[in-house]
């Protein structure tokens, strides 16, 4: 009999911080992944907000092997099959409709719808996905309205992204519920605008090394 491989590990299981970068110049890419993968920060979201994006996931999906680059700010078919064409191995929403939904469900690959409410986070139960984005994480509660989802809703798991730092990143990963957060403060607009990646690396590993508080 052939053996069954194991499940591939979730994007939530790779690293306790998942950076969420935005990138200008598409040859800042592959610099700054191998920085954060070095720091042990494999997973990384580059956002779809600027035009450089799609080359700059392609770039990192073909240079750096070691990284799981994926897509963030996925708001409609077009960027899901944007992100897939250029290699994203993951994607990530803001927020979800049922048709964002459907895209992401046939593109083949893992993605975090975002939700705010308990409502959105039943209506994704009810539709099988367990694994979610809790966005903007500071602003709609944060971890006190994170713990109290835990009990009536422990099946969902999430990454809070939005207001997390380096201060609270620990608070949020001791919530039963959190499986990793999102970020950008590995990422000061000034170590970037110098493309000084050994100071990324060294804030990404400290990040990496973020445990649950308590």
């Known amino acids: ?112 719808p975002g939700v705010s409410t308990a409502s959105e986070v039943v209506a994704l139960l009810e539709r099988g996905i367990a694994e979610m984005k ?15 989802l835990a009990s009536p809703l422990p099946q969902a798991r999430f990454c809070p992204t939005g207001g997390v730092t380096a201060a609270n990143a620990a608070t949020y990963l001791a919530l039963p519920n959190v499986a990793c957060v999102g970020g950008t403060w590995m990422l000061p607009a000034d170590a970037l605008a110098a493309k000084d990646w050994e100071r990324v690396r060294a804030i990404a590993a400290e990040a990496s090394g973020v445990r649950p508080a308590g």
């Open 134 to 148: 809790f966005f903007p994480a500071e602003a709609a509660g944060g971890t006190g309205y994170l713990k109290s």
């Open 1 to 112: 009999m052939t053996p069954v491989p194991p499940p591939a590990p979730s994007v939530l299981d790779l690293a306790p911080v998942i950076p969420v970068v935005v990138l200008e110049d598409a040859a800042d890419a592959v610099p700054l992944a191998r920085a954060l993968v070095a720091g042990g920060l494999p997973a990384i979201e580059v956002t779809l907000r600027t035009e450089a994006a799609p080359e700059a996931i392609r770039a990192i999906a073909d240079a750096v092997p070691e990284a799981v680059v994926g897509a963030g700010t996925v708001l409609g078919p077009e960027h899901v099959r944007t992100a897939v064409a250029a290699g994203a191995r993951f994607l990530v929403s803001p927020g979800w409709t049922d048709t964002l939904l459907e895209a992401m469900r046939d593109s083949g690959v893992p993605f975090l």
